[in-house]
């Protein structure tokens, strides 16, 4: 995270990833383009709503970024400046075909807003990471969105697994790196997310220890990241394996069902 220059709102556009878990492009090219032009207006017709809505937006933005440059923080001033956008526009209709202001902006704002569309798409996708190899058809298809979907998270099928099974009734210890988006269920995160159980997990030292823990949480299935890390993995693997069985597998992250005696809490009795 870097501090406010004179550069900045070129390089949230060009070179997002410096202030945000995403691609290049995530703060969008209008304020880069239209930016620039309203700007340009503002400075030849000077109105004052327009003034005031960019001065409140510009004094958000450098009062945010004095300390850090984060795109999702200066969300709240992207309305304000798309107001002073509105200088683009000639005041009344009559003066697009009057002034010289108004009929350069006539001829100007279409190519304008092309660019930025065009910006915009080439651009596409730019939110986040996970978003690498984009497929329009996700937008217009459901069935391209769950075509894209397992392709770059695959272990999102393990979630529609466990819904089709238990549904709601479903409390899933999360360990590693994976996901439990969709999920009907409960999950139950080996990490700061949950801060009970990570403490728990801290403090095992057997796997008696990590059965127990299983069984107080009333666990129905494990999601492991066999190549993530956190605390306990090593006793929580081997009771996975002592008490579960391998229901599938994506990649990396393996769906364990546990034994009943995990899922209702109770203790054998022999």
Do not use: C
């Amino acid at each position: 995270m870097s501090t406010f220059s004179l550069d900045m709102f070129l390089n949230i556009a060009f070179d997002s990833p410096k202030y945000l878990e995403s691609w290049k492009g995530a703060s969008g090219f209008q304020f880069v383009v239209l930016g620039l032009a309203g700007l340009a207006a503002i400075m030849l017709r000077p109105r004052p709503l327009t003034i005031l809505a960019l001065a409140a937006g510009m004094f958000l933005i450098i009062a945010i970024s004095v300390n850090t440059v984060y795109i999702r923080y200066l969300y709240p001033a992207f309305p304000l400046l798309l107001l002073a956008f509105a200088a683009l526009s000639p005041r009344v209709e009559e003066e697009a075909d009057r002034s010289l202001f108004g009929r350069s902006i006539t001829v100007i704002l279409p190519g304008l807003l092309a660019g930025t569309v065009v910006l915009n798409l080439m651009f596409l996708p730019s939110a986040g990471w996970i978003l690498r190899n984009f497929d329009l058809d996700a937008i217009f298809t459901p069935d391209g969105r769950q075509k894209v979907i397992l392709r770059d998270v695959p272990d999102r099928a393990l979630i529609d697994i466990i819904n089709a099974q238990v549904g709601t009734r479903a409390r899933i210890g999360v360990m590693g790196h994976t996901i439990t988006a969709g999920l009907h269920g409960t999950p139950l995160f080996g990490n700061w997310y949950n801060f009970r159980l990570n403490q728990q997990l801290f403090a095992l030292s057997s796997t008696d220890m990590a059965v127990n823990l299983m069984r107080d949480f009333r666990m129905t299935h494990l999601l492991l990241a066999l190549d993530g890390t956190y605390s306990g993995k090593a006793h929580i693997e081997a009771a996975a394996w002592l008490h579960g069985r391998e229901v599938a597998r994506r990649g990396r992250v393996v769906l364990i069902e546990l034994d009943d005696e995990i899922q209702f809490g109770e203790k054998p009795l022999f």
